[in-house]
C-alpha cells in the first residue's frame, strides 16, 4: 500500500549534522504514524524515533533525546530525522517505517519498511 525510500545518509564527523528523508508513496500517507529504526553490524535493531499521523505527537529513545528531532510532512508525503550532535555510536543503518491507524485504532504496527540509508559518524 505504501513504499518508502530513505535518503540523506553518509558520513559526517563526530559533532556534525545529518537530515534525513523518507519519502512516501500513496495517497494515504496521513493515515500511517512514522518511524525510524537503526541497525549496527552485530546488534538489534533499535527504536530511534516515532511521529503521529499528525505530527502533534513524537517520541524519541533516551539515546537520541535532546539531539535527534522527528518531524513530517504531510503535504509532501515526507518524514525527516534531524540528528545533531552525532556520535561514533549513532553509526547504523537507519530505516523508517509506516505504521497504519484509523483514529485511535492502531491496526497492525511497523509493517511497511524503507530499505535503508546508512549514517557513519567518524570521531
Given amino acids: 500500500q505504501v513504499q518508502l525510500a530513505e535518503s540523506g545518509g553518509g558520513l559526517v564527523q563526530a559533532g556534525g549534522s545529518l537530515r534525513l528523508s523518507c519519502a512516501a508513496s500513496g495517497r494515504t500517507f496521513s493515515s500511517y504514524a512514522m518511524g525510524w ?9 533499535e527504536f530511534v524515533a516515532a511521529i503521529s499521523t499528525s ?24 518524514v525527516y530525522l534531524q540528528m545533531n550532535n552525532l ?13 497504519p491507524w484509523v483514529g485511535v485504532l492502531r491496526l497492525s504496527g511497523y509493517v511497511y519498511w524503507g530499505q535503508g540509508t546508512q549514517v557513519t559518524v567518524s570521531s
Avoid: L, M, W
Fill in 37 to 45: 529504526f537503526r541497525q549496527a553490524p552485530g546488534k538489534e535493531r
Fill in 55 to 78: 505530527g502533534g505527537i513524537t517520541s524519541h529513545a533516551d539515546s537520541v533525546k535532546g539531539r535527534f528531532f522527528i518531524a513530517r510532512d504531510n503535504a509532501k508525503n515526507t
Fill in 87 to 99: 556520535k561514533p555510536e549513532d553509526t547504523a543503518v537507519y530505516y523508517c517505517a509506516a505504521d
